[in-house]
């Protein structure tokens, strides 16, 4: 099964890195006709530009907009410069994600609450709405979220991140009802992969930590964009208020979560 994408444009926040890039990347690679990627940081947007126009051999394809998640007036210009530079807003992929409130949510910061729940569940609401406004309302589109495993059930130490993820596995049903029948919008739940965000899950043990998941090997940011171009795509054309377990069977095949 050929899965394609020809003729779109993406927007994709947090594209400078992990999960994002290699979903910009298999965008293009599966005729996506420009895919514009956020980040905060200017030397990671630009060495994402480089990564991504090397890879894939067509950097015209590619553009990268300064544009913090949580920011309604960044998401409002960043959409309203994809419209201009490429002439449509068809995919929108809320990857953006963070995680520094690390610990027991009767101990950990406050503060690191607040920024985990406005990056990771407002945050997602904020570009939805932008795509919806300038373009998905009156032409169709497809969204994408990018939640978690962790959003299906409690766990230890990351547990602000995890309700984050539930509430965003939440907000995907509930935005797909919305949109339809012109908008399809729907959730992929990774389990742990290799990406720079996830390190303090794995890199102190992966050998063990890969046993946990029964495929015994922990997710590449490859494995995710898969799932993800398929999900954008009319191959997956009557999909929509669904989360995706990409997981090497955490949720399925282990009855651990769910």
């Not at 599966?30 to 067509?58: H, M, W």
């Not at 029948?181 to 729907?186: A, H, Q």
């Not at 999909?239 to 949720?251: A, Y």
Request: aromatic share 4%; hydrophobic share 45%; net charge negative.
């Amino acid at each position: 099964m050929e899965v394609r994408v020809d003729g779109k444009v993406a927007v994709v926040t947090g594209g400078s890195r992990g999960i994002g890039l290699a979903i910009a990347e298999e965008l293009i690679r599966s005729g996506a006709t420009g895919v514009v990627i956020t980040s905060r940081k200017p030397d990671n947007l630009a060495a994402a530009l480089e990564a991504i126009g090397g890879s894939t051999g067509q950097p015209e394809r590619v553009h990268g907009v300064i544009a913090p998640a949580d920011d309604p007036e960044a998401a409002r210009s960043a959409v309203e410069e994809t419209v201009e530079r490429f002439g449509s807003c068809d995919i929108l992929i809320n990857n953006a994600g963070t995680n520094p409130a690390v610990g027991d949510l009767a101990d950990v910061d406050l503060g690191a609450v607040d920024k985990t729940w406005a990056v990771n569940q407002k945050g997602p609401v904020v570009w939805a709405q932008q795509a919806w406004h300038q373009w998905m309302k009156a032409n169709g589109g497809v969204i994408i979220n990018t939640a978690s495993v962790g959003g299906f059930a409690p766990g230890p130490m990351i547990g602000a991140y995890n309700v984050s993820k539930a509430a965003l596995i939440h907000i995907t049903r509930q935005l797909a009802m919305e949109m339809a029948p012109g908008v399809r919008v729907n959730a992929v739940a990774p389990a742990v992969v290799k990406t720079k965000l996830s390190e303090m899950l794995w890199t102190h043990d992966e050998a063990a930590v890969a046993k946990t998941h029964p495929l015994n090997r922990l997710g590449e940011p490859q494995d995710i964009a898969n799932a993800v171009v398929f999900l954008c795509s009319d191959k997956a054309s009557w999909i929509t208020g669904v989360t995706l377990p990409v997981d090497g069977g955490v949720v399925g095949a282990s009855g651990a979560i769910g």
